[in-house]
């Protein structure tokens, strides 16, 4: 079992910055692929990025790439998403999830674990 806590969620101007956090318990979390989905209310939950066990690899939706890094420390079970050059799009509802499988990870419906969410908005 891996429980996952998000922090870091706030209320940023247009252009502005966040740094979200999900941190784990539970057991070997370098074991895990980590991703940061997110949601609007009555829209489904897409993906934003991805990070393998050991970060070797990392995985970027097209609307964040070059804006948003997605990095952990398996020393502090935390994987963080540093958020550049905030939009209005960007607002939501941001969640981390874990799974064992790389294949896949753009899927929400793969993961076995889910942190309860942040919320992010940004004003212009």
């Known amino acids: 079992q891996v429980q996952l806590v998000e922090s870091g969620g706030g209320l940023v101007q247009a252009g502005g910055s966040l740094r979200l956090s999900c941190e784990a318990s539970g057991r070997a979390f370098s074991t895990y692929i980590v991703a940061w989905f997110r949601q609007d209310p009555g829209m489904e939950r897409e993906f934003v990025a991805a990070i393998s066990q050991r970060g070797q690899s990392t995985s970027y939706a097209e609307h964040v790439k070059g804006r948003f890094t997605i990095s952990r420390d398996n020393a502090k079970n935390t994987v963080y998403l540093q958020m550049n050059s905030l939009k209005p799009e960007d607002t939501a509802a941001y969640y981390c999830?874990?799974?064992?499988?790389?294949?896949?990870?753009?899927?929400?419906?793969?993961?076995?674990?889910w942190g309860q969410g942040t919320q992010v908005t940004v004003s212009s």
């Open positions: 999830a874990a799974r064992v499988t790389w294949y896949g990870h753009y899927d929400a419906s793969g993961y076995d674990y």
